[in-house]
């Protein structure tokens, strides 16, 4: 058997896992743990039973964050962007000359940090360059999030998963969870915020379509939010992260203000699929 191997320099970050072959099925996970070659954990020994009951003749194990941890409460508070950066690098290289068939395998683990959803969406952005097609194993959970490895049946079959639909409903989840610092009028990262948003469809390039006032009044449609339907919610929203794009700060004096929290929270409320509070 050939391996397939790649770490860092003091080997606190795992990159990629694998074996060498014709078919491989590509595994993300969340975090990579203690496991090398020929020293796998009970997680891959997993990947590699439903790999073989798949019909493929290798497996290569990718991760959202590459940081070894054992624990996922282990894992950097605040995402290493080096890390990040050479971990993309890696994935790109498998995708771009496997073209494979992807296997979903974060479980609930990825609302650990908020970051790792963002991680995740870069990875699928590469996915999408080369046509790779996604699965999961094992029923989902009640919030969507694919099933980890561990626990299944080795004779498992893998089923098309709908990964554009999973990211909208695990970023409307990660919006929401910035509620609870917006009580507190502290916001983590504005930047990962506004990508959720977008990836969520918070966003209306129409916004001003479903506005009560023309132009857009801010502070008018605010009066009236407790009024508002959920396309008027979403256009007061995407008008909040304008204001920025013109007026630099704006977004910070909504937030002092209480206004930005106030518009989640009545879009939360008009939001018709189920949400988790599980985020930090």
Known sequence: MSWIYEKNDDNTGRYVLGTVGEKPLICIGVNPSTAEPDMLDNTLESVVRISEANGFDSWIMLNVYPQRATDPEDMHDKRDN????????????????????????????????????????????????????????????????PHHP??????????????????????????????????????????????????????????????????????????????????STRALLTAFMREEDFVNGAINRRIENGDLLSVLKQLKKLYKEPIGEIYR
């Open 82 to 145: 080096e890390l990040v950066c050479e971990n993309l690098l890696h994935i790109e290289n498998i995708m771009k000359n496997k073209q494979p068939a992807i296997w979903a395998a974060w479980g609930t683990v990825i609302t650990k940090r908020p970051y790792l959803l963002n991680c995740l969406y870069q990875i699928v952005d590469i996915s999408k360059k080369y046509d790779c097609k996604w699965y999961n194993a094992g029923q989902v959970s009640k919030l969507g999030h």
């Open 150 to 231: 561990l626990y299944l049946k080795k004779t498992e079959k893998l089923k098309e998963f709908d990964i554009e639909e999973y990211i909208k409903k695990a970023s409307a989840e990660l919006v929401f969870s910035y509620i609870k610092g917006l009580k507190n009028n502290s916001l983590s990262n504005k930047a990962d915020l506004r990508e959720s948003l977008y990836k969520a469809n918070f966003m209306d390039k129409n916004h001003d379509k479903y506005s009560n006032t023309r132009p857009i009044d801010v502070d008018a449609e605010l009066r009236t939010l407790k009024k508002a339907d959920y396309k």
